[in-house]
């Protein structure tokens, strides 16, 4: 749906999100999940019940915050019990660096073909240990001119649809920020904050939210970036 062509003017650069738009983010929330069970474990509670507890709610909505907090009332732990568990159960959580991570399809070859024509960036938000440490576990960062991790510009208040991170990695790039396309899977975050900045989007239907509603409307909707890419190049 769409085509970047109609607006008549290629891109300067590319913006590319991470989570979802890369590499599957279930993959790490797995893993991520089976290291809270093992601190647990050290606690005296049941690994494989708890990293199950954590999926779960993982599952529920992966950006929600209290993710521990919700796995622990859902495991039965009383709630003081809890509050003495949860700081060090979180840290295991933010701690977990994974080795691999997998690449949807195509990404590699993918981001080949961009880097022919254009600059690239990474804009993602998140914890930076823990992004910085998905984007090494992928091997993809030596692909991007610029990686913005917007919790670095002032926390979560500057995560996506904040303008602030779009905005930097455009003065990283070196262009106007309607000179971009912004390329990620969520509409309320990766199309908004295009939207609010004047430059192109283009949804990709992967991940967690690949059957959310297009709100707001992406310049062009596609299935994958082996997809997106192809409209670019």
């Excluded at 005296?44 to 796995?71: E, F, H, K, M, Y």
């Amino acid at each position: 749906m769409g085509d970047l062509t109609e607006l008549g003017r290629p891109p300067a650069a590319v913006v590319l999100d991470l989570d979802d738009t890369l590499y599957p983010q279930a993959a790490y929330l797995y893993g991520a999940a089976r290291a809270v069970g093992r601190a647990g474990a050290a606690v005296g509670l049941d690994p494989i019940r708890l990293a199950r507890a954590v999926r779960r709610q993982l599952i529920a909505g992966s950006d929600r915050g209290g993710t521990i907090d919700r796995a622990l009332a859902a495991y039965g732990l009383a709630p003081d019990r809890a509050g003495e568990l949860v700081p060090g159960l979180v840290a295991a959580f933010t701690a977990y660096q994974p080795k691999r991570l997998p690449h949807y399809p195509g990404v590699t070859a993918a981001l080949a073909r961009l880097r022919e024509r254009y600059p690239l960036a990474c804009l993602t938000d998140g914890n930076p240990l823990i992004q910085r440490a998905k984007l090494a576990a992928t091997g993809l960062a030596d692909w991007f001119t610029a990686v913005v991790i917007t919790d670095e510009l002032g926390g979560r208040a500057a995560r996506k649809p904040h303008p602030g991170g779009l905005q930097h990695a455009a003065g990283l790039l070196g262009v106007a920020p309607e000179d971009l396309v912004m390329i990620g899977d969520r509409p309320g975050k990766d199309v908004a904050i295009a939207d609010v900045l004047g430059a192109r989007s283009i949804r990709v239907r992967t991940g967690e939210y690949a059957d959310a509603p297009d709100e707001p409307a992406a310049t062009a909707v596609v299935d994958d970036l082996a997809a997106a890419v192809a409209l670019l190049t």
